[in-house]
């Protein structure tokens, strides 16, 4: 059982603890919809978040947290390959969706 499903001051302390799975299936057996809603947007959102901070975060420190974790030269490399070809595949993506808006006429 949730240990903050009483508690609605506590909802980010739920979702940060991994406990919004259990929130939201005790919302929906109680019926209440609107917090339903609520709840799950904060975990998605939460999660989205998280994400995207850690993923920038791991970027730009990458090269030095690695060799502290034990990483030689080849999983360093690797983290090099990846961005780079997530970087072209970003642009080649943006170059595509461009094009096909000049042919379409714009829309």
């Not at 057996?29 to 998605?44: F, L, P, T």
């Not at 420190?61 to 060799?67: F, I, R, Y």
Request: hydrophobic share 40%.
């Amino acid at each position: 059982m949730c240990s903050c499903s009483n508690r609605s001051d506590g909802i980010w302390q739920c979702i940060c603890a991994g406990e919004g799975c259990s929130l939201v299936s005790l919302l929906l057996g109680a019926g209440k919809k609107e917090d339903i809603k609520r709840v799950s947007s904060h975990c998605i959102y939460t999660g989205y978040l998280l994400g995207l901070v850690l993923g920038i975060f791991f970027l730009l420190t990458g090269q030095m947290l690695l060799p502290l974790l034990g990483a030689d030269g080849d999983t360093i490399l690797m983290l090099h390959l990846q961005v780079v070809t997530m970087t072209e595949l970003t642009s080649n993506i943006s170059g595509i969706n461009q094009k096909r808006k000049r042919k379409d006429g714009g829309n």
